[in-house]
């Protein structure tokens, strides 16, 4: 007997504006996917075995981006099903409603830790959009379990709010103590480099993304679904992926999956693992 | 038949009035037109108008909405019709099929505006609503928006208003950015330049470009079923305020900055939340009435709010509409019905829907998506209803407050403007036997007109919705796959240097044309359209005028004199708009500056081509003569500080024989990188290709100056090669801006390449060769080569316009 497809749930809150592409970067790992809106059924909801929050700007940023999303009663439903251990993955503005929720980094799980603060960048302000190399620091979460720990990846960010803070005291250092920061920004060598431009925004640590203790639940700035496909990748980027971009000019292979299709299979990955468990 | 007007509404007294009376009269009414135009109203209608008819002939009848001082020359000289044209100009958007998959017609929608008073008044809010209205032309006409771009005009940054300048610039890009970002559509380019003439007037054009399948396209009208069915029109989306009351006659005045704190009220208040929810809201929409099969109309409000909208509608199908303002949501009370039907309020749609679909359309806006919950005010309510009779009546608190015929309502009113050349300065830009071929290049390089547009495009989303292949800064044209899973690719670019406007408007219009033709083909995608912004100064004075009819008559032949790659047709310009009194109180227009948009077709979207050069040890070859002409260009108005000349003349036959080879080239992938010449010449279009390559690798270039003999009217003779060129004349060479392209070719490829160029009868030289020395050097100047370092370059192209915009 065939087993069904994970089903995944992109969910669209009011003035969010990524869920489309979302969905066909989730689909291309093999995923059955569906766009779910904001005042929809729970009880439908909760059915689905995974979830992404994608980009925008839910309620127009209103008070601070993802504020008021993070107190919308889907949010209640998935407080619930990241509690079964169901993979929940924020992309961008859907990282800043986990983070306002208080789902990540979950230590007192609905309490804000942590924020996604306003840029922070040498002679400009406001949105940035840019490509980043992003190393994975963990493997063990829904959004980073295909890869190889220490893989650079690139993925673009863009947004005006992606610095990570906290004014907790040693949280920094216990969510790097857990394993609990997935992603941080490199070099294009995948050399260390805190400074802008390869650290975008200023973010504490350069850390671009995390994760709850548990793995299942992951915020991150960068968008993976406009690094799905190989197209996607700008042909000037430096690395291993933009000489391969380069030489698909003019082939077909210019159509297969990017870096950031990773991100989609880790999340397929770790929704089969956790069906088999359960 | 002379109607009288509806007994209780108030009047605009216009019949048996002396000038003086009438002058104050419609001074009292907040009514702008003309004296003469006021009595041809009571004339058409045979009475006198009331408040509201008044507000809307007045709206009606502004230079913005009425094209009265364009029309006719714009009829005369531009090519409208081509046999891909599926709609010219004269509805919301032009449209034009790009191609068939599958037995599915798929087609461009294009739109082209300006929104220049707003965003010189208040920058943010201006810029923000000029995206906010040109989407709503294209999603009108049931397509998706896929693309934005915008030609920015601005101060001289380093000049007397500089302080107010770099806020607008600020203000400007911040609003594109807060709009465009924010209502999820890809910003693919655009272009900016700084003058001193657009201190009190800056330009803020926007295109946006959209995808519809053939079958699914929606007429602004009422469709014709209505004749024999019940018919509702729904106007959805925010309340109507008061907010750009009079904001087509604003635009159609010389700005007056003493005036600008009333004028703001002028400005529409931008909301691009409600924006993409209405999207995905009137997606659902569409997808309820093509699966009922039923026709609906649909049209955006703009200028003149409900009550151009729904005239227009009505008089498309020979239809009337009667409206109850009272049903109208509004976001105050007690607001005037000429208010009501006439304000400008964002982020409204009129659909027209058979009343058995009304309901749903209503339950879709106002419960599935919650617009009362998301936005105050916000909703989807029916205002009234198409008649069979052609009138058009407004009905406020019971009373009618508008009754006349359609036909009356939209009547056109035409001008025959006077036009006269104006004295030009004919000087050629001199260039002094000592000068310093290096610092020219890096002067020229630095210019904010030349300089990266680096600090501009990070601030826009150029990536969402997933389609984008080629990003602002990678190439001459943004290049997206719009349809998911398919090839084919859609390329754009908007150009028109106003320097040319200042000096020969006639070639002005032609080279943005060819501009725009040319980035476009450098990408390798075939031109399939044109769209036209023409932004000049107040067209009752005949010089500026003048310059209109010329620079309108350079874009009508450029588009027939290139034509399209495949056929004898011209490229049809599909839409466009004229923006005219960029002019300040002062007295100082604006330099001429007509603005195009070129739209193209790639048949395989993975054969496009970038401008970075791809390997050391490649060839360089150059396509376009070089006459060394210099009127208009960097080199002169920079460091040679001359202003007057000629520029180089647009030659149509040798722009459409480059445009056919180059994307003969991509397609058969005989290039490894493809770069248009144009501002700052061959000289800054190597560099910008030397910059452009990826980080990692490090690639320099030599070009050998004394290839470049032989072109007509040229400074050096062919058999000049090989030998060394005087300073003055390598730098001419370099820098002037005669149109042409430059090539990475493998060594391979250069037989077939060569092959190709000569059967296309192209003129082009083998210019030089890639390198792995991260340097550009000059070969055969005399005195020996110029080097100069890659740092250096990046160094002034980087950084020269990011240093005005802080």
Known sequence: MTRPYPRIAVIRFPGMNCEEETRRAVAAAGLACDVFMWNGPTDELALYDGYVLPGGFSYQDRVRAGAIAAKDRVVDCLFEEAAAGKPVIGICNGAQILLEAGLVPGFEPGRVEMGLATNIMPDRDGYYTRWTHLEVVDTGSSATCSFGRGDVVPIPVAHAEGRFVTSTEGLLDRLEENGQVVLRYVGPDGASDPGFPSNPNGSSRAIAGIRNVEGNVVAMMPHPERAAWLFQVPERLAGPWGASRRSARGERTLLEPGPGAAVMRSLRTFAERRSEEA | ?806
């Open chain 2, 1 to 806: 038949m002379i109607s009288s007007a509806p007994p209780s509404a108030r009047i605009v007294r216009i019949r048996n009035t002396t000038d003086e009376e009438l002058t104050l009269g419609l001074a009292g009414a907040g009514l702008s037109f003309s004296l003469d135009e006021a009595r041809k109203v009571a004339k058409i209608l045979g009475r006198d108008p009331t408040v509201v008819e008044a507000h809307i002939f007045n709206t009606m009848w502004s230079e913005h909405c009425s094209y009265k001082s364009s029309r006719t020359v714009l009829g005369e000289h531009l090519p409208t019709e081509a046999s891909n044209v599926v709609l010219g100009p004269g509805e919301d958007a032009g449209i034009v099929r790009l191609c068939e998959i599958d037995g599915v017609s798929y087609c461009v929608a294009i739109a082209h505006e300006s929104h220049n008073h707003p965003s010189q008044i208040v920058p943010n809010e201006g810029a923000a609503t000029g995206i906010g209205g040109i989407v709503r032309d294209v999603y009108c006409m049931g397509a998706d928006v896929v693309g934005v771009m915008d030609p920015l005009r601005f101060g001289d940054p380093e000049g007397p208003n500089a302080e107010r300048t770099r806020e607008i610039v600020h203000g400007v890009v911040e609003g594109i950015w807060q709009y465009g970002d924010a209502l999820g559509v890809p910003n693919l380019g655009g272009d900016v330049y700084f003058d001193r003439s657009f201190d009190d007037n800056c330009l803020v054009n926007v295109v946006a470009l959209g995808l519809v399948r053939e079958d699914a396209i929606v007429r602004s009208r009422v469709p014709a079923e209505a004749r024999d069915a019940s018919y509702d029109l729904v106007l959805v989306g925010k309340p109507t305020d008061p907010s750009g009351f009079g904001g087509a006659t604003f635009a159609s005045r010389i700005l007056d900055e003493e005036k600008a704190l009333s004028d703001k009220y002028a400005v529409q208040v931008p909301d691009p939340f409600l924006k993409r929810m209405l999207t995905v809201a009137t997606q659902e929409v569409l997808a309820l009435v093509r699966e009922r099969g039923a026709a609906i109309g649909f049209k955006d409000l703009g200028a003149g709010g409900i009550a151009c909208a729904t005239s227009e509608v009505g008089a498309a199908a020979g239809l009337g509409v009667r409206i109850d303002l009272s049903k109208v949501p509004v976001a105050e009370r007690d607001m005037a019905p000429e208010v009501i039907a006439c304000s400008e309020t964002q982020e409204r749609y009129c659909l027209v829907v058979p009343t058995g679909l009304t309901a749903d359309v209503l339950r879709i806006f106002n419960e599935d998506f919650e617009l009362p919950e998301l936005c105050h005010g916000a909703r989807a309510e029916v205002i009234g209803e198409v008649i069979p009779e052609p009138r058009f009546v407004l009905l406020h608190e019971g009373a009618v407050v508008c009754d006349a015929s359609t036909e009356e309502i939209t009547t056109g009113i035409c001008y025959a403007r006077p036009a006269a050349e104006r004295a030009r300065n004919a000087d050629a830009p001199a260039v002094p036997a000592d000068v310093d071929v290096t610092a020219a290049i890096l002067a020229v390089a630095g210019s904010p007109n030349v300089a990266s547009r680096e600090h501009v495009y990070r601030h826009y989303d150029g990536e969402v919705k997933g389609n984008t292949v080629v990003r602002p800064g990678e190439a001459d044209a943004g290049v997206i796959a719009p349809i998911p899973g398919e090839v084919a690719g859609v390329a754009v670019s908007a150009d028109g240097n106003p320097f040319l406007g200042a000096i020969d408007p006639y070639t002005a219009g032609a080279a943005a044309v060819a501009e725009s033709v040319r980035n476009v083909a450098a990408v390798g995608a075939v031109p399939i359209a044109l769209t036209d912004c023409l932004n000049f100064g107040n067209p009752e004075e005949p010089e500026v005028f003048h310059d209109f009819v010329e620079a309108v008559r350079g874009i009508g032949d450029a588009a027939r004199g290139i034509g399209q790659r495949d056929s004898d047709e011209p490229i049809p310009v599909v839409s466009g708009n004229v923006s005219f009194y960029n002019q300040s109180s002062a007295g100082s227009a604006i330099l001429p500056s007509p603005i195009v948009c070129c739209v193209g077709y790639l048949a395989d979207v993975t054969k496009h081509l970038t401008m970075g050069f791809e390997e050391p040890g490649n060839a360089i070859y150059l396509l376009g003569r070089r006459t060394g002409a210099l009127g208009g260009s960097e080199f002169a108005r920079g460091p040679l500080g001359a202003t007057g000349g000629q520029p180089p003349a647009v030659d149509f036959e040798a722009e459409r024989a480059m445009m056919s080879c180059v994307t003969v080239l991509a397609e058969a992938r005989l290039a490894a990188a493809c770069h248009d010449i144009s501002d700052g010449g061959l000289a800054i279009a190597a560099l910008e290709m030397m910059l452009t390559a990826a980080p990692d690798r490090s690639i320099g270039a030599w070009v050998d100056v004394s290839t470049l003999g032989g072109a007509e009217r040229s400074v050096l003779e062919p058999n000049d090669q090989g030998r060394p060129v005087a300073a003055s004349v390598a730098a001419r060479l370099l820098l002037c801006e005669d149109g042409g392209y430059l090539l990475e070719v493998a060594p391979r490829d250069e037989g077939d390449v060569v092959a190709l160029l000569g059967m296309k009868d192209v003129w082009f030289r083998r210019l030089g060769e890639t390198t792995d020395d991260p340097s550009l050097t000059i070969r055969s100047v005399e005195g020996g080569d110029v080097t100069i370092a890659r740092d250096d370059l990046a160094r002034a192209w980087n950084g020269g316009a990011t240093r005005v915009m802080l």
